[in-house]
């Protein structure tokens, strides 16, 4: 499982795999739009994932 932490405080929000994931900070109110760049049958690393949008709110 993959840790999934907040672009912009860097919060720990939750632990998982994903395809695709909007969450919202907590903390910081900040949007947090999460998205798998290679496919699941590939190894998770922190490098497969892209933040795509974070919004503060």
Do not use: F, W
């Not at 929000?13 to 049958?41: D, M, Q």
Request: charged share 25%.
């Amino acid at each position: 499982m993959q840790e999934i932490r907040c672009g912009n405080c860097s919060k720990k929000l939750g632990e998982g795999e994903y395809i695709t994931l909007a969450i919202k900070c907590p903390r910081c109110r900040t949007v947090n739009h999460l998205r798998t760049t290679r496919s699941t049958s590939a190894s998770h690393r922190a490098s497969d994932t892209k933040v795509l949008h974070s919004e503060h709110q």
